[in-house]
């Protein structure tokens, strides 16, 4: 059971209002987060692909992804939860885990579950907050993982709580 039923989240996943592509980050990461998040996709058996540019490759340690010239292509790890969701994950600075999700996979209760499920994941292990901002609005988050409340909640919004 979702933390927060689909109809109570379904104005922020309206790919027109919102973009399809929002942001989904956790703060005050660390490499150590990054290899805990590595370490997680492998250890839940979710598939996945690793890549830069063009070329898949075998997930390297998050120290040697995070360490790459400034120059160079930005990673990605594309993880599915299940078959029908797929989060891309970008390294672009070791100080922050965020990752992508196309809102329009997420329609429904059913896909809704699998995302709640998968940012409390996240959350637990890293024992942060997980934050979603629409795309293009960083920093105004709508809703995410909150580690004291132990489940994903509103954050923005007249339902927010």
């Known amino acids: ?15 027109d209002l919102m973009g399809a592509l929002p942001d989904v980050r956790v703060p005050d990461a660390s490499v150590e987060d990054w290899q805990t998040v590595l370490d997680l996709v ?22 040697v992804v995070l360490s790459r010239p400034a120059d160079a292509e930005c990673p990605a790890l594309r993880v599915w939860p299940t078959a ?15 990752f992508d999700v196309d809102l329009r996979e997420l329609q429904g209760q059913q896909r809704w579950e699998v995302f709640c499920v998968f940012l409390r994941e996240i ?3 890293l024992g942060k907050p ?6 293009g609005d960083y920093g105004h988050p709508v809703l995410g ?4 409340a132990d489940r994903v909640v509103l954050l923005a919004g007249p339902q927010a709580r």
């Not at 997980?130 to 795309?135: A, F, G, K, L, Q």
């Open 1 to 15: 059971m979702a933390d927060l039923l689909w109809d109570d989240v379904t104005c922020f996943f309206d790919p």
């Open 130 to 135: 997980v934050r979603m901002d629409p795309e």
């Open 84 to 98: 029908d969701v797929l989060l891309i994950f970008r390294f672009h600075a070791a100080d922050e885990v965020d």
């Open 123 to 125: 959350g637990r292990r």
């Open 145 to 148: 993982f909150d580690v004291e």
């Open 42 to 63: 492998a250890e839940k058996g979710w598939k996945w692909q690793y890549s830069e540019g063009e070329t898949v490759l075998p997930v390297p340690r998050a120290e």
